[in-house]
């Protein structure tokens, strides 16, 4: 988890130039670390389970683990049934699907109780070492020495990060679909090749 400060002098015509500085969370080492070790634990198929336009790592359904555990297990996690929503009021008596209450903690223990063991290194959640969250104490002390207000750090740690974990989870993704579609590309041009080859051979006079 690091965090890159990107200075820009701007110039508008009729004003001073003035430097604006603008911060970005760089998640690259921690999700490749996750991608490697789901790549372990579930094949490096993986990822075709994610919907990229829909993955919000500061989701329990959406993050990765979440639209992993849904696509897998799904059947398992809906035969707990519905159950009582948790808005506070005790005169609501509405009944909500499992699928809208399931938190982070829920579908982690979830595939940890049905997948293999090498699941269980989640305790209490996946690292933040994995990608899978933002590790909120190591990026508040990224931040202390900041000359910004209190109200940009708390912008910066609370919504920017989980935006840029997320983008780097799609960037991965991202990265492996292209890799597919070349060695599926280059397959199918093998192939086409091996076809033209034979039947340029069969037209051969004997």
Not at 183 to 203: C, F, G, I, P
Request: aromatic residues 8%.
């Amino acid at each position: 988890m690091k965090l890159i400060e990107k200075t820009e002098v701007v110039r508008r015509p009729g004003h001073a130039s003035m430097k604006v500085t603008a911060y970005t969370w760089d998640f690259t080492e921690e999700v490749g670390r996750g991608a490697a070790w789901l790549d372990r634990t579930l094949g490096a198929d993986w990822w075709h389970d994610l919907d990229l336009d829909a993955l919000n790592l500061n989701s329990g359904l959406q993050c990765v683990l979440g639209q992993l555990a849904m696509s897998r297990f799904r059947d398992q996690l809906l035969e707990f049934g519905s159950m009582p929503c948790d808005c506070g009021d005790p005169d609501c008596g509405t009944e909500v699907a499992p699928d809208t209450r399931f938190e982070y903690n829920d579908v982690t223990r979830m595939l940890v109780e049905t997948d293999s063991t090498d699941w269980a290194i989640h305790a209490q959640g996946l690292p933040s070492r994995y990608g899978f969250f933002v590790n909120d104490a190591a990026g508040r002390e990224l931040l202390d020495d900041l000359d910004i207000s209190l109200e940009e750090k708390e912008h910066l740690l609370s919504q920017d990060s989980w935006e840029h974990l997320t983008w780097a989870w799609q960037d991965e993704i991202k990265t492996r679909q292209l890799a597919e579609k070349k060695a599926n590309d280059e397959a199918a041009n093998r192939l086409l090749d091996e076809l033209l080859a034979e039947e340029s051979k069969e037209m051969q006079p004997a």
